[in-house]
Structure formats: structure tokens, C-alpha cells
């Protein structure tokens, strides 16, 4: 008997409609190239790109008539498994489509959460795919079971399974609402592990940026976590904590998180908030840039974009531009930029100088009990300082704050000396 070949590699068609608009959100030359890399990570052979000029897409069909039959025909000749679309489709955009050509067609958000799921090996990690999948979907759901069968499996539909597909809306919205109230579980132990942190007095330094910038190489190079990275899209989806000794001696805490993309569907960001969290309530960012992209700029725009609206803005930031061996670009740093190879270990001694500086810039913890009398005081310190931790205790509020010297003197009459 013959043997069924697994794993087939998929022939897929990109599609997308150029609108002429400038901005991250838009489809372009550059974010297509960028599918056809996350369609080659999820195991996808790229076999044309088919592009139409519009002002916007077609409400019903994404593309005008005549190319979506031009499409089809595309497809039918050259044996097309699959038709990824740049932009995100709508359930009706997407069924039209498919009734048009005759195979699956998905969008990008879901090649994106396709990816994602494939990924995904914690927990934590599976329950937040599982949850924007399932957000992803359940708009989209009227109708579209018993073509997604006929249709059958492959990329797009990876994760809850085609059998979750086809039960009623009421079922997902169930299995929505217990996702949701696990991942709340996991926030709460992973807040808890910050405040334990925090008390212990570790800063957390924090690497964050576009996918495939070098994080995890980086990670690996200054605490030997031995965490995955490759030359792939989204290698990292949990963060990973190691200690890391500073140039004057102190301990802080090194995390690697998950990679920022242009169009990063908003239901992903949503669920992926307990990890994404890491980054907010770092001490310190290090936005790894991968200098040897063409695109590293709109990258770097991307990920700091993603970063404010996350709620990092005004934290203490370094921009690090790595893989500088690939066109041999090594500028002179400084404490906000610096100008490293990962791979090389070079300019790693520039970096640790730089994060010492910014973690040391005259602030320190102190302890304090506040009486009850002056309780707005408390308030006055999240704003001034770093609140760590906060005890309501018999006589007063004790606590523990990183504040910046130049706002000690305020407090120095609540302060606790230890014995
Ligand atoms: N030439 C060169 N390649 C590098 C350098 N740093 C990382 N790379 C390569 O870039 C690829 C991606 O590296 P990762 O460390 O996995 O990137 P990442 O930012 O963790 O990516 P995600 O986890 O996908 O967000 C790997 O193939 C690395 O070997 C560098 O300094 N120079
Ligand atoms: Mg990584």
C-alpha cells in the first residue's frame, strides 16, 4: 500500500490589494515580502504574488471581480493550494472568495495565529493562541463549517481543531469565557512572581522588538539560557527570566520576550496581555533591531508604536541595533543606542556598560511607613517612584520604592532604617 505523504508542503498565492496609503497598516511591496516569510514559516511554498491598485478593497470580495477571476484561473493552472491575503478579511470577503476559487483562502491575522499556534508549548502559551483564535473566529463563524470540511485541514486551521469549528457559537463563547478566566489565573501568578521580584529589589531589564531581531540570541549570549532561536518568524512566544550580573556588581533580572510584526492581529495582543505585561512593568527596554533589514526602521517604528500602546511610554529605553556583522555598519553608541553582533559577541561590553548606567541613574529603594494621616503620599510615590510593594499595616502604610534621589528628601521622615 501506498504510503500518504504527511506534511505536504502547501502551494500558496499571495494576494493584496495596494491602496496607495503610506503607514505600517497598509499593504505594500515590504509587508508582502514580510508574508511570504511568515507563509514559508508555516511551512508554505510561495508560488506568485498577485497585487491590485484600488483606492480600497472590494466590500464583498477583496478584489475587484475581474481579478478575483483572474485569480481563480491562477489558481486552477498552477495548482494552488492556498490564497493568503495581506490584509484582514471579513467572514464575507473570505466565504465569497472562496466560492470564486474553490480552495482555502486566509488572511493574514489568521497565518499569523496559525504560526502562533504551532508554536506554542507552555500552557500559558496555548491557552492565549487558543483564546485569539477563538475570538478571531467566532465573528466569522455563520456558515462556514461545512466548507472549511470540504476544504479540509492545513495552514489556517491548526490550533482548536476543525471539530471546534462546526459547534455552535454558544459553545465557543463558553470555552471563550473559561480560557479567559485561566489566563486571568496565570496574570495573577505572573504578577505575583513580579512583586516577589520586586521585593528581592531586582530590576528587570527586558528585550523586546521585531520578530527574528536577535532576542533570543542575545539572551542566550549574556546568561547562557539556552532558549530556541532560529531564522525563523515568532521562535519565542514565552518569556524567559535568567539573572544577569551588571558591570558594577548588582544582579538584575534578563528577560526574552515574544517578537512584534506589522499588523499584529489585535485579538493576539489581547490574549498574549500576561506576557506582553513583562514588558510594561520592566525597569528597562532594550528594543533589539535586526540593522541589516532595508525595512529596520519602519521595525523599529512598529515595535516602539506597539510599545506606547502597550503603556511603555516614558520608560528608560536602549536601542540596540544587532546583527551589525552582516553589513559591517558599527557606529559609535551611546547610552541610548548601541551597536552590536550578537552572534560575534561584539559591542556586548558597549551594551552592559549602557544598561548599567541607565539601571543606576541616581535612583535607590527605600522603605517607608506612612501614617494613615498622609495616605495621598502614596499616590505621590507611584507618580515619583516605583511602588513595589504596599502593606496596610496597623500603624501606617509600609512601603518599598525605587525613586529617583531627587525626590528622596519628601520622604525621608517616613523611612524605615533597617537594623
Ligand atoms: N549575522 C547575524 N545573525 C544573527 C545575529 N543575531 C541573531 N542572528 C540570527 O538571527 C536569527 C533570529 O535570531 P533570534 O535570536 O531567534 O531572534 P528573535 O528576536 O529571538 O526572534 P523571535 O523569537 O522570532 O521574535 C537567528 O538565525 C540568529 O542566528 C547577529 O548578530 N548577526
Ligand atoms: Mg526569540
Known sequence: ?????????????????????????????????????????????????????????????????????????????????????????????????????????????????????????????????ELAQLKYMLPRLSGRGTEMSRLGGGIGTRGPGESQLETDKRHIRRRIETLESELKDVEKRR?????????????????????????????????DAGVLSENKLFATLDPTARALELNDGRTVILMDTVGFIRKLPHHLIKAFRSTLEEAVSADLLLIVNDISNPEYKVQLNVSEKLLSELGCTNKPTIKVFNKCDIENIWHKGDEDSVYISATENRGISELMAAVTKKLSSGSRKIDLLIPYDNASLVSQ???????????????????????????????????VKEE
Not at 499571495?14 to 505600517?24: A, E, Q, S
Not at 510615590?381 to 502593606?391: D, I
Open 381 to 415: 510615590l507611584r507618580e515619583e517612584g516605583k511602588l513595589l510593594c504596599e502593606n496596610y499595616v496597623e500603624n501606617g502604610i509600609q512601603a518599598s520604592v525605587i525613586i529617583d534621589k531627587k525626590y528622596e528628601y519628601k520622604y525621608t521622615d517616613y523611612e
Open 191 to 223: 504578577s505575583l512572581m513580579r512583586e516577589r521580584r520586586n521585593k528581592d529589589g531586582f530590576q528587570t531589564v527586558v528585550l523586546v522588538g521585531y520578530t527574528n531581531a536577535g532576542k533570543s540570541t542575545l539572551m542566550n549570549l549574556l546568561t
Open 1 to 129: 500500500m501506498a504510503e500518504i505523504l504527511q506534511n505536504k508542503t502547501e502551494n500558496a498565492v499571495l494576494v493584496g490589494v495596494i491602496t496607495g496609503k503610506i503607514g505600517d497598516e497598509y499593504t505594500s511591496e515590504s509587508t508582502l515580502n514580510e508574508l511570504k516569510e511568515l507563509a514559508e514559516t508555516a511551512g508554505a511554498s510561495v508560488i506568485g504574488i498577485m497585487t491590485q491598485s484600488r483606492p480600497s478593497p472590494e466590500n464583498a470580495t477583496y478584489l475587484g471581480e475581474g481579478k478575483l477571476r483572474e485569480l481563480a484561473d491562477f489558481c486552477d493552472l498552477n495548482d494552488v493550494d492556498l490564497v493568503i491575503v495581506d490584509d484582514e478579511l471579513s467572514g464575507t470577503q473570505q466565504k465569497n472568495m472562496e466560492k470564486v476559487i474553490g480552495i482555502s483562502v486566509i488572511d493574514r491575522s489568521t497565518l499569523i495565529l496559525d504560526i502562533f499556534a504551532s508554536r506554542a508549548t507552555s500552557n500559558e502559551g496555548k491557552l492565549q493562541v
